[in-house]
């Protein structure tokens, strides 16, 4: 069966420190990957999705980044966090063919101080 | 502009009442539909979908949705609630011709009263 991991689940930066969260799946290929923001209030913002290694669209214009190293790794990035990025933040996959359910990981909490 | 209104932000009902959950949709062309709950402490899941055929689609643990494609709705119902139901209710959408992009509602807070 397919499984999503995130870490950490939780993380404390300062502002203005770097940011890296990683995202794996286990037990399929191909994957299509997607990195959410989860802000009370404001429901799911798509920040960037997948299709293949190298193959990264951004959503939204920001402070940041994404890349996909492997074909089941994804990770988000920053290379100086702002108060404004705190948030939770949501990988989720779905099968190549990109409409059909995702599958959300547990996420990791953000709080920039 | 692609977008998806869910109108009820917070919900409070006791146990054993009806439940209906609001979803319009803002999206061209031919779409998917879908509901996520998000119990407490646990990951975003998959409710129901909607793709094609049959507009009433029935999903887990009683819940049902149907699609109203004049009124560009997707609304959540549940006869019963029960406490177990206390959750956060995503709807979402995407298109139907291969894109990618899913978008979501900001979410219904769903508690129940014992």
């Known amino acids: 069966s397919q499984t999503i991991h995130q870490w950490p689940a939780t993380l404390v930066q300062p502002v203005g420190s770097p940011l890296s969260l990683e995202c794996t799946v286990e037990g399929t290929s191909n994957p299509n990957l997607y990195w959410y923001r989860q802000a009370a209030g404001r429901g799911l913002q798509l920040l960037f999705y997948?299709?293949?290694?190298?193959?990264i669209s951004s959503e939204v214009p920001q402070n940041l980044s994404a890349s996909r190293p492997q074909d089941r790794q994804f990770i988000l990035s920053s290379k100086k966090l702002l108060l404004s990025d705190s948030g939770f933040y949501l990988c989720?996959?779905?099968?190549?063919?990109?409409?059909?359910?995702?599958?959300f990981g547990p996420g990791t909490r953000l709080t920039v101080l | 502009a692609q977008s998806v209104s869910q109108h009820n932000h917070h919900v409070i009902l006791s146990e054993a009442a009806s439940l209906e959950l609001g979803c319009n949709y803002s999206?061209?062309?031919?779409?998917?539909l879908f509901w996520y709950v998000q119990y407490p402490g646990q990951h975003l899941q998959l409710l129901l979908k909607?793709?094609?055929?049959?507009?009433l689609v029935k999903g887990i643990k009683g819940f049902e949705a149907e699609f109203i494609k004049s009124k560009f709705s997707f609304n959540l119902r549940k006869p019963s609630v029960q406490w177990s139901d206390t959750a956060e209710y995503f709807c979402a959408v995407n298109g139907a011709s291969g894109t990618y992009k899913y978008i979501f509602g900001t979410g219904t807070r769903l508690k129940v009263l014992a």
């Open positions: 909607y793709f094609s055929g049959d507009p």
């Open positions: 989720a996959w779905s099968v190549p063919e990109g409409t059909d359910t995702q599958y």
């Open positions: 999206y061209g062309g031919t779409v998917n």
């Open positions: 997948s299709i293949g290694i190298d193959q």
